[in-house]
């Protein structure tokens, strides 16, 4: 999915003050409803980043979207777009979405499961619900990638986790490994993601990497959560933080706890779960790029610039600086195949460097 925002701003995403683990308490995270393209914009809510919390493990962004009435709001329609340093990974529970890529790839993401796609050092892609979808409803989310994997080749992956099923609960682990289940999708840093589903009153207790920080993005009904340490911790570690968390919030659980507690309210609950170890590395994001300097973006946006005017896209000048326009590579990116629309230029950088924020 692309950042569509005529005027991003730059994020800057580095390791905060987590506090000392579980018991320094669960942030909730409002979400900010941002206008996804298409002639009538598709509203989606943006819970990551914020200039609170920019990183759940290697997570960095999550898009949350519907219900929606496709025949109200036209539906999803983003033509290509670039990505660098990042892997998409997008989730539904309802509708279906077309995707087509520069690597050459064309896929339908479908309830229950996921379509991940490398950028590397660059790659472009399109997404448009179907004219089968009524109503559309998921999440797409990113995941930064490791400074020493931010070059990887482009490419995507298609899975389809089974349901896992206890009493009053159904789960689908899409990454990582989580209440016995283990997705065979590689990831370059340790994650972990997973939609649950709860019946009205049920509990889930899982048991969860101390290591990793944690997210609970809740879709529908009513959650409260806990999360305490392992067993063995000290015996002054804090013990235990809880919180209640109504729909479109998010959950943020820091590093240390070893049991996380769901129950749900009388309407049952659905939530995604994501987590993974804090990525230890300050990133650069702005728009739909991810590098470490304001240089790798202002590069990237050049050669995206360049790509778009070789192609003869539009009246599209390859901006930046003079030198960068001279020296953009024009086939870094790629486009795919059978698109029905023009790619999408980049907005205008800011005019002044890409600094860091304080968080």
């Known amino acids: 999915m692309s950042n569509t925002e005529q005027r991003p701003a730059e994020t800057i995403c580095r390791n905060s003050d987590?506090?000392?683990?579980?018991?320094?308490?669960?942030?909730?995270?409002e979400p900010r409803d941002v206008p996804l393209g298409g002639l009538r914009a598709m509203p989606v809510r943006r819970t990551l980043p914020q200039r609170a919390r920019s990183l759940i493990g290697a997570?960095?962004?999550?898009?949350?979207?519907?219900?929606?009435?496709?025949?109200a709001t036209g539906g999803m329609n983003v033509p290509a777009h670039p990505h660098i340093g990042l892997q998409t990974a997008s989730w539904l529970f309802s509708g279906e979405i077309e995707h087509r890529d520069s690597a050459g790839f064309h896929a339908?993401?479908?309830?229950?499961?996921?379509n991940l796609m490398t950028a590397g050092r660059g790659i472009s892609h399109s997404e448009r619900s179907t004219p089968a979808t009524t109503v559309l409803h998921g999440a797409q989310l990113w995941i930064a990638l490791p400074e020493r994997a931010r070059s990887a080749p482009k490419t995507f992956e298609h899975y389809a986790p089974p349901q896992r099923r206890g009493e009053g609960w159904i789960a689908q682990v899409f990454l990582g490994s989580l209440l016995g289940e283990h997705s065979p999708v590689a990831t370059h840093t340790p994650l972990v993601g997973a939609e649950l589903s709860l019946e009205p009153g049920a509990e889930l207790e899982i048991t969860a990497d101390p290591g990793f920080e944690h997210g609970v993005l809740l879709d529908t009904g009513e959650l409260e959560l806990s999360a305490s340490p392992p067993a063995g911790a000290a015996a002054d570690a804090p013990r235990e933080a809880a919180a209640r968390l109504g729909p479109a919030r998010l959950a943020y659980l820091p590093p240390g706890a070893g049991t996380i507690r769901l129950r749900a309210g009388g309407t049952g609950a659905r939530l995604l779960l994501i987590g993974g170890e804090p990525l230890g590395e300050r990133i650069v994001m702005w728009w739909n790029f991810i590098g470490r300097s304001h240089d790798d973006i202002a590069r990237a946006r050049a050669d995206w610039q360049a790509q778009l005017?070789?192609?003869?896209?539009?009246?599209?000048?390859?901006?930046?600086?003079?030198?960068?326009a001279a020296d953009a590579e024009a086939g870094r990116f790629g486009l795919p195949d059978d698109e029905p629309?023009?790619?999408l230029p980049a907005p205008p950088l800011p005019i002044a460097r890409l600094l860091p924020r304080r968080l």
């Open 59 to 71: 997570w960095c962004f999550l898009d949350h979207y519907g219900p929606d009435d496709v025949a």
């Open 18 to 29: 987590r506090g000392s683990g579980v018991g320094s308490g669960i942030e909730i995270l």
């Open 108 to 114: 339908f993401v479908r309830p229950g499961e996921l």
């Open 309 to 324: 005017a070789a192609a003869g896209v539009g009246d599209v000048a390859p901006a930046g600086r003079p030198e960068q």
């Open 341 to 343: 629309e023009p790619p």
